[in-house]
T-cell receptor
Framework: DTAVSQTPKYLVTQMGNDKSIKCEQN?????MYWYKQDSKKFLKIMFS???????INETVPNRFSPKSPDKAHLNLHINSLELGDSAVYFC??????????????FGPGTRLTVL | AQTVTQSQPEMSVQEAETVTLSCTYD???????LFWYKQPPSRQMILVIR??????QNATENRFSVNFQKAAKSFSLKISDSQLGDAAMYFC???????????FGQGTTLQVKP
């Protein structure tokens, strides 16, 4: 069974469109994250949720809106897509929130291409 | 601000040889884990090894081991008996503060030559 899954794996869309990426984890973890990997492969945190509560919101444009219907799911909705949003988006999960002694497990990533 | 630095953008190793990837970090935490993740061309982020900072013994996972120097805030990854499948980008990561978010290094691309 896949521990952290994301859909879709590839997303190609036009500027100005709205799109969503879904993430699910079956590890029983309380905390989920979204990371963005840019064209230079640099990885940076965007958001984290602990048991449906927003914990981290890292200076991300408000066109990005995460939603966590339950602690096993964390979705990322992006409005009015821009060329600069093209990147790979990773979902991750960990047992606890705010812990420096916990391991994060990553999904397969979603490659978003904005034309 | 917390930082993680990988000073080697690219490394190359001959198959069956040993290679060491460097990482330095900066944290004010007293208890933390450090991580090495592997990202092959498939782009999946795979946990390679983790080190518990309060443990003096260096972590080992089969052919992968770390050289952890806490005072120097250095955390290098040694890959022994390198295999073609080890070719990938490797990221060092350290958790930040009380949010638990991971701060990643810039990555090191490892090429394994047959």
């Amino acid at each position: 069974d896949t521990a952290v899954s994301q859909t879709p794996k590839y997303l190609v869309t036009q500027m100005g469109n709205d799109k969503s990426i879904k993430c699910e984890q079956n590890l029983g973890h309380d905390t989920m994250y979204w990371y963005k990997q840019d064209s230079k492969k640099f990885l940076k945190i965007m958001f984290s949720y602990n048991n449906k509560e927003l914990i981290i919101n890292e200076t991300v444009p408000n066109r990005f809106s995460p939603k966590s219907p339950d602690k096993a799911h964390l979705n990322l909705h992006i409005n009015s897509l821009e060329l600069g949003d093209s990147a790979v988006y990773f979902c991750a999960s960990s047992q606890r929130s705010g812990s420096t002694i916990d391991t994060q497990y990553f999904g397969p990533g979603t490659r978003l291409t904005v034309l | 601000a917390q930082t993680v630095t990988q000073s080697q953008p690219e490394m190359s190793v001959q198959e069956a040889e040993t290679v060491t990837l460097s990482c330095t970090y900066d944290t004010s935490e007293s208890d933390y884990y450090l991580f090495w993740y592997k990202q092959p061309p498939s782009r999946q982020m795979i946990l390679v090894i983790r080190q518990e900072a309060y443990k003096q013994q260096n972590a080992t996972e089969n052919r992968f081991s770390v050289n952890f120097q806490k005072a120097a805030k250095s955390f290098s990854l040694k890959i022994s008996d390198s295999q073609l499948g080890d070719a990938a980008m490797y990221f060092c990561a350290c958790p930040s503060g009380n949010t638990g978010k991971l701060i990643f290094g810039q990555g090191t691309t490892l090429q394994v030559k047959p």
